[in-house]
């Protein structure tokens, strides 16, 4: 009898948590997931710049401001033709250049997008 019983109350565990996970899913539109995914995606990859370029494209005063740019709030269009620039060998630099050339041109889009959605550095 106590069998039967605690197969009941497994039972019933298992079906609220279905619910609830279904309620759950189901409570958040799937085109904001979807819609944020680019951006997660250019999160991680810009977080591959932040020790020259700081977090999230803004370099803090001890971590290269004044010798690097700031990366966040550029146009998109301006941060990519940048990157492909480094990425051809067009535009010479210590690194970057090399860094570049590990990006493929979506990665760079996605780069690109997340920092020009950034808000540019007071005082910059």
Do not use: W
Not at 3 to 28: H, N
Not at 53 to 73: I, S, Y
Not at 81 to 95: H, L, P, V, W
């Amino acid at each position: 009898m106590k069998d039967k019983s605690k197969e009941r109350q497994t039972m019933l565990r298992m079906r609220l948590f279905v619910a609830l996970i279904s309620l759950g899913s189901s409570a958040v539109p799937a085109q904001s997931a979807t819609a944020a995914e680019p951006d997660m995606a250019g999160r991680r990859l810009v977080a591959n710049c932040a020790a020259c370029h700081g977090t999230d494209g803004k370099p803090a005063a001890d971590n290269g401001a004044g010798r690097l740019p700031p990366l966040a709030g550029q146009p998109r269009e301006q941060l990519i033709a940048s990157m492909q620039a480094f990425k051809k060998g067009e535009r010479q630099a210590t690194i970057m250049h090399q860094i570049a050339r590990g990006y493929s041109d979506e990665q760079i889009a996605l780069i690109a997008s997340f920092l020009a959605n950034q808000k540019k550095p007071e005082g910059r």
